[in-house]
């Protein structure tokens, strides 16, 4: 049974930093594409940032975050991560945690099976 925990959200200023967890059970980080994802209200889902197990494909960043966020894995930990600098009110959403144990490939575009709860981020300006 997969289990994604996600947990580090809050809020915080325009301009601060903020970083993000996300602890799996039940499956192996750096195994396949895991991936952060964020739905504002009113909003779809959209893609933050995503993360091969293939050094080939490595990670991919929506626009507006590319510069700014970091997404990366700790293996002995079991646990991907989102570090999140000059954050922007735009940015507020609740962002979950993804992992496709099927594949390592296409991460930013494929139809992730297993999702985390969310947690919550809110930037004031």
């Known amino acids: 049974q997969v289990q994604l925990v996600e947990s580090g959200g809050g809020s915080v200023q325009g301009g601060g930093s903020l970083r993000l967890s996300c602890a799996a059970s039940?499956?192996?980080?750096?195994?396949?594409?895991m991936g952060w994802f964020r739905q504002a209200p009113g909003k779809e889902r959209e893609g933050v940032a995503t993360i091969s197990s293939s050094s080939y494909e490595g990670t991919t960043y929506a626009a507006s975050v590319k510069g700014r966020f970091t997404i990366s894995q700790d293996n002995a930990k079991n646990t991907l991560y989102l570090q999140m600098n000059y954050l922007k009110p735009e940015d507020t959403a609740m962002y979950y945690c993804?992992?496709?144990?099927?594949?390592?490939?296409?991460?930013?575009?494929?139809?992730?099976?297993?999702w985390g709860q969310g947690t919550q981020v809110t930037v004031s300006s």
């Open positions: 993804a992992a496709d144990p099927r594949s390592g490939r296409y991460c930013w575009t494929r139809p992730y099976n297993y």
């Open positions: 039940g499956y192996t980080v750096g195994t396949s594409c």
